[in-house]
């Protein structure tokens, strides 16, 4: 949906040109990310007895995301996300006492 707004508000110029190094990586990622949210999806579904362990880990959805930005991208953690990662541990953590 962000890539159709940021398309149609550009007004005709080229969406991501000169990032076709950046779509090779994108593209997998995004389908590999939609296939893990369906299947926690799918995970809560299903479950009758373990809904409390598939609530773990689907808390920790983000984490491995937040995990390879840091290692492989180099990307910079300010505090609020630091705040937010620290956030989501607690809530781990706390579900699973």
């Known amino acids: 949906m962000l890539c159709l707004y940021f398309y149609l508000t550009n007004k ?5 040109s000169g990032y076709k190094s950046v779509i090779k990586i994108l593209l997998p990622v ?3 990310d939609a296939l893990a949210y369906l299947g926690t999806t799918w995970g809560y579904s299903i479950t009758t007895n373990t809904t409390s362990l598939i609530t773990v880990i689907a808390n920790a959805y983000s984490l491995p995301t937040i995990i390879l ?3 492989l991208l180099k990307e910079r ?14 809530g781990i953590i706390t579900s699973s006492l």
Do not use: N, P, S, V
């Open 30 to 32: 995004a389908i590999l």
């Open 77 to 90: 953690i300010d505090r609020t996300q630091a705040l937010g990662i620290a956030c989501i541990l607690g």
């Open 69 to 71: 930005a840091y290692f």
């Open 12 to 16: 005709g110029k080229r969406l991501l």
